[in-house]
Nanobody
């Protein structure tokens, strides 16, 4: 089960931190990802972390502004978002899934577990 929190409304240039609490996923190595979906647009993968190795990837749209991190003791993955822009407005989802070819996949279909989503609005 994945439970997200931390969304909300913020002015452009502001910051938010999203949290994703993971329970019941017992694999020692897997991929955690943050996706977002704006109205009328496809779901976009924006950040991934390989839980076993700590390898991280970002989409170009968020690189340098967003930071994904993990707290193994709390079984929680975070997304620190800074320098937010109106175009960051979307529903944000965390997802968990198996590695594909030893790396985090980039397709929503490759992730079997999803959080309920949390809205981020930047004005």
């Amino acid at each position: 089960q994945l439970v997200e929190s931390g969304g909300g409304s913020v002015q452009a240039g502001g910051s938010l931190r999203l949290s994703c609490s993971v329970t019941g996923y017992t694999y020692s190595r897997y991929c955690m990802a943050w996706f977002r979906q704006a109205p009328g647009k496809e779901r976009e993968e924006i950040a991934t972390i390989d839980i076993g190795t700590g390898t991280i990837h970002y989409a170009d749209s968020v690189k340098g502004r967003f930071t994904i991190s993990q707290d193994n003791a709390k079984n929680t993955v975070y997304l620190q978002m800074s320098s937010l822009k109106p175009e960051d407005t979307a529903m944000y989802y965390c997802a968990a899934g198996a590695l594909v070819g030893g790396s985090c996949p980039d397709r929503p279909a490759d992730f079997g577990y999803w959080g309920q989503g949390t809205q981020v609005t930047v004005s």
